[in-house]
């Protein structure tokens, strides 16, 4: 199946530093990338959705000035929390969509997460 | 609270079947999908069905759609401990031209021997 990277895989940094997360779609070129961010024991929720080469588009409550998304390439897109705070901390998920779409091949692949400590 | 909506928790012994449940929003028409979650980890995609199907098999892995009643189950037959994980229903609508899934809150599975 398709493959999604993440890097790092797992971070620690100080409050008060920024801190950026990248997401790449290994063997496909992806029209659409998705940030989640999860809790722990619970559901998924979605942060912001990003198409390459214009700005994302940000969930009610998710400040986007805090979690800046760039998707550069088809291949890429990236995620920086700036200023980070311990109630940041959080796994961060991506997903990429494949940019062949439509019909009932098309689906989301996750990337293996990023695990996010803010001392 | 999510559209989607889970049962939070299942035990089942090895070799026994297992049932997850799900319930989805109205919507004209819809994928679903199971996703497979394990301890930090990232979502395995285990398989997906269009509002227009009752039923898909895969292997061990049946879903079966109650379009009436927006009502999903995957079940896992021969359960084994590499099955437990937490399981995610998701909802796409086709309207929605990004793709946006919709998930439940994840059912924790727990094999026992």
């Known amino acids: 199946g398709a493959v999604v990277s993440q890097h790092p895989s797992r971070v620690i940094c100080k409050s008060g530093t920024s801190v950026k997360i990248e997401c790449r779609s290994l063997d496909f070129q992806a029209t659409t990338m998705f940030w989640y961010r999860q809790f722990p024991k619970k559901s998924l929720m979605l942060m912001a959705t990003s198409n390459e080469g214009s700005k994302a588009t940000y969930e009610q409550g998710v400040e986007k000035d805090k979690f800046l998304i760039n998707h550069a390439s088809l291949t890429l897109s990236t995620l920086t929390v700036t200023s980070a705070h311990p109630e940041d901390s959080s796994f961060y998920i991506c997903?990429?969509?494949?940019?062949?779409?439509?019909?009932?091949?098309?689906?989301?692949?996750f990337g293996p997460g990023t695990r996010l400590l803010v001392l | 609270g999510e559209d989607v909506e889970q049962s939070l928790f299942l035990s089942v012994r090895e070799g026994d079947s297992s049932v997850i449940n799900c319930t989805y929003t109205?919507?004209?028409?819809?994928?679903l999908y199971w996703y497979k979650q394990e301890p930090g980890a990232g979502l395995q995609l285990l398989t997906y069905?269009?509002?227009?199907?009752d039923m898909k098999q895969d292997q061990r892995l049946t879903v079966l759609l109650n379009k009436k009643d927006k009502h999903l189950s995957l079940r896992i037959a021969d359960t084994q401990t590499g099955d437990s994980a937490i399981y995610f229903c998701?909802?796409?609508?086709?309207?929605?031209?990004?793709?946006?899934?919709?998930f439940g809150a994840g059912t924790q599975v727990v094999v026992t021997p």
């Open positions: 998701a909802e796409r609508w086709t309207t929605d031209s990004w793709g946006k899934l919709q």
């Open positions: 069905i269009f509002s227009n199907m």
């Open positions: 997903s990429a969509r494949a940019r062949t779409s439509g019909g009932a091949r098309e689906t989301q692949y």
């Open positions: 109205d919507s004209s028409s819809t994928y």
